[in-house]
């Protein structure tokens, strides 16, 4: 019995790992996705009011702790959506 247990702390740590890359993952390709949006859009702001509905609608939370989000969140949040939709148009 204790070797069971012991098997499940010691792979119980590795869905952590898995949970922090998958979500970082798809974080990147969400910022990805929102630049290529962006790029359609012409200046970004529509998408920016599209992720704003989009937010209310959902009852999102604005910022949540960035540690929590390392761990909970495939998406990043949306004011760091903004500001990257923001700083890509800002560069052009």
């Known amino acids: 019995i204790f070797g069971i247990f012991l098997a499940f702390e010691i792979?119980?740590?590795?869905?952590w790992?898995?949970?922090?890359?998958?979500?970082?993952?798809s974080r990147r390709d969400e910022f990805q996705a929102d630049s290529f949006?962006?790029?359609m859009c012409g200046n970004g702001e529509p998408?920016?009011?599209a992720l704003?509905?989009?937010n209310k609608e959902n009852l999102?939370?604005?910022?949540?702790?960035?540690?929590?989000?390392?761990?909970?969140?495939?998406?990043?949040?949306?004011l760091?959506?903004?500001r990257a939709v923001r700083k890509l148009?800002?560069?052009?």
């Open 11 to 15: 792979f119980s740590g590795f869905g």
């Open 17 to 25: 790992i898995a949970s922090l890359i998958g979500n970082a993952s």
């Open 37 to 39: 949006s962006a790029s």
């Open 47 to 49: 998408l920016v009011q």
């Open 52 to 54: 704003v509905k989009l």
């Open 60 to 78: 999102s939370e604005l910022c949540p702790p960035k540690i929590y989000c390392l761990f909970n969140y495939d998406h990043p949040p949306l």
């Open 80 to 82: 760091e959506r903004i």
């Open 89 to 92: 148009h800002s560069e052009k």
